[in-house]
Each structure stands twice: as C-alpha cells, then as structure tokens.
C-alpha cells in the first residue's frame, strides 16, 4: 500500500512540471523570503536616515565601477622571484640531463638497504655486527668485549648483550668417506641382525 502511494504522490508532482516551471519564471519578481523582525526595524531605522537608500542600492554607481577597474596589486617580493628563477633552473636542467642509456632495474642492496657511508659513535650497521659476531665466535680470545667495544666505538655491556643474544650460522659439510663408512656400518648391522630374526621365527613356527 506504502509503494502504491508513493507511486501516486510521484506521479501527481511530476503532473504538468514543465507548465508550472515556465509559469514561476515568467514572474516578474519572484516572491521574497520573509525577514526576520531585527532586520525590518534595522530596514526601517536606515529609510529615516536616508529615504532614498534603496534608490542608492539599485542605482549603478559608474564611479565605484572606475575605481574596482583602476585598483590592481602589484608584488615587490623577491622571495617569488627567487623560487620562479630556481624553479625555471631546475627545468633548464632537465632538459641538458641526457636519458638513461640502460633501463635495467638496479641491483638489491646486500643487506636490504642503502649502507650509510658515515656510522655515528655509538652505534654500528648490520654489516659490522656480523662481522664483530662471527670474528669473536671463530676466536673469542683474539676477539673479547672489549677489544670489540673499543674497534667499533661501542658500549661494552651492548656488545655483551649482542654476543649473548645473536649467534651467526655455521655450514657443516659432513666428509664424503665419512658418511659412507657409517652407511657400510649400518648395512652391516642390517645383515648381522637380519639372521637372528629369521631364527627367532623358525623357532617359534
């Protein structure tokens, strides 16, 4: 029933639309907003100032024309000039800078990431830590806290800390001829066990 009315009450507004737009735009003057009662006794205080105010508002004043024309604003800032000198150099630039001879994708960083070139003290890049790392667990005599401490500008308990905690891997490549002695003994033991089980089974049959 809802949707049936409002198909109605559709139906019924969009009747004769284009009759009744022509209609309010045919008008003279279209029907004002009514005013708030400050404003009609503001209006009414300004016509006993001056009863031709409203002659003066609808009048066009040529000379307030001539001087909107007559009005510009002119800009002594060098500030502007010096980013628009900056800005055409930037372009001059561009435009000498030769075209890149090869479109390869550039080559992954080592590690991930640029490498800074200066360290500040006190801190040290990943490429030095596993260096100092790997350098003390191959000898840790040679290599102790503090001398590490002191190679890298570094705090002695952080470096106790990084030791402790962070272990680089080790690659254990087991001989050849050693692995294939212990398969030679394990076959060994396959075939010497082998019997046993086979006389274990006669016997309970």
Not at 20 to 41: D, F, M
Not at 147 to 163: Q, S
Not at 183 to 205: G, V
């Amino acid at each position: 029933m809802g949707k049936a009315m409002s198909m109605v009450a559709r139906k019924a507004n969009r009747f004769n639309a284009e009759n009744r737009a022509h209609r309010v735009i045919e008008r003279e003057k279209p029907t004002p907003a009514p005013k708030y009662e400050s404003n009609l006794r503001d209006m009414e205080r300004t016509l006993e100032l001056d009863p031709k105010f409203v002659d003066k508002l609808n009048t066009k004043d040529a000379g307030l024309d001539t001087r909107l024309k007559d009005v510009y604003v002119t800009s002594q800032d060098k500030f502007i000039q010096r980013v628009l000198e900056r800005q055409a150099a930037t372009a001059a630039e561009d435009i000498k800078r030769p075209l890149p001879l090869t479109r390869n994708a550039p080559d992954d960083f080592e590690y991930g990431y640029l490498e800074p070139k200066r360290v500040t003290q006190g801190r040290c890049t990943l490429r030095q830590a596993l260096q100092f790392i790997n350098d003390h667990q191959i000898d840790p005599e040679a290599w102790p806290t503090k001398k590490i401490a002191d190679e890298y500008k570094l705090k002695e308990p952080h470096v106790e800390n990084i030791l402790k905690y962070f272990k680089t891997f080790s690659v254990y490549i087991p001989d050849q001829k050693y692995k294939d002695t212990l398969l030679t003994q394990a076959k060994q033991k396959m075939l010497r066990e082998k019997p046993s089980l086979e006389d274990n089974n006669s016997s309970k049959a």
